[in-house]
């Protein structure tokens, strides 16, 4: 190879095994790199992200920058919870609580020797959605409803929530243009008993088909449900990526108060996967 390049990891995250959960690729030491570079080599990657820890501005141990194929992010969940567990493995930040700046503020991630917990932004929520353009969006019908009225909900970013009876995500036959044109982050459609979510999430516009683990959807399903779960804190499991063979768990809380999200959080385990050393563009 010739040229500069930079190194980078790759690790599978909220899996306690290689070749499962969501695969992510940390690109490091690219404070120098214009947003274009940042963008090509995340195209190159092809990854669902990309992410580039930088250096930290006042009151964070660190910057990080997230990139679809297609566009950057202001804030993901598995790109934070990988990063910050590559970051303590290589000895760049210490195991506890650190403090990560991205677009949706200063979050607080706390690391573990297997991975991270990362804290949510500020908690937003829509008024109730027609439900019928999410169904279309993902091919399914009114029968497959099995919830409140689906909304916009998010922690930094805003999914569409549409919960459904369990047998229908199996029968998903999503429609990419439309997931898009509904705008904000995409549509998380998920089938929930009262403790565990299994969900599959289609962004919008992101170049992206289908995540098989979505951390800032797990998180803003916390936001969605915290009306119906009542004050007090509460803990929920999203078990994501199994249709894409690819299985994922995300452990979370929501802190509920007057009805409420004042606070998520997701908790993930990393595993590495390759690392090595990629042409600056």
Known sequence: MTGLTVAFEV???????????NPLAVVLDADE????????????????????????????????????PA????????????????????????????????????LPV?????????????????????????????????SDLAGPAP?????????????????ALSRVRVDPGRVAALGRSGIALVSWDGAVARSRVFPGGLGIPEDPATGSAALGLG?????????GEHAYVVEQGHEMGRPATLSCTVEVVAGAAVRTTVTGQVVPVS????QVP
Not at 12 to 18: K, Q
Not at 72 to 77: S, T
Not at 275 to 278: L, Y
């Open 223 to 231: 936001v969605f449900l915290a009306e119906s779960l009542g004050d």
């Open 71 to 106: 566009t950057e992010m202001p804030f993901a969940g598995h790109p934070s919870v990988g990063a910050a567990w590559v970051l303590h493995r290589l000895g760049r930040i210490d195991a506890g609580p650190n403090v990560q700046a991205c677009g949706a503020g200063l």
């Open 110 to 142: 706390h690391v573990t020797p297997n991975g991270a917990t990362l804290t949510g932004g500020t908690p937003s929520l829509s008024e109730p959605l027609d439900p019928a353009p999410l169904l279309e969006a993902v091919g399914l019908d009114q």
């Open 11 to 21: 690790v599978d995250v909220f899996t306690d095994r290689p070749y499962a959960g």
């Open 33 to 68: 790199l214009a947003t274009e570079q940042l963008q090509a080599i995340a195209r190159e990657f092809n990854l669902s992200e990309t992410a580039f820890p930088l250096k930290a501005p006042d009151g964070a141990t660190y910057r990080l920058r997230i990139f679809t």
């Open 151 to 167: 909304r916009w909900a998010g922690v930094g970013i805003d999914f569409g929530y549409l919960l459904v009876r369990r047998e």
């Open 275 to 278: 690392r090595g050393e990629i």
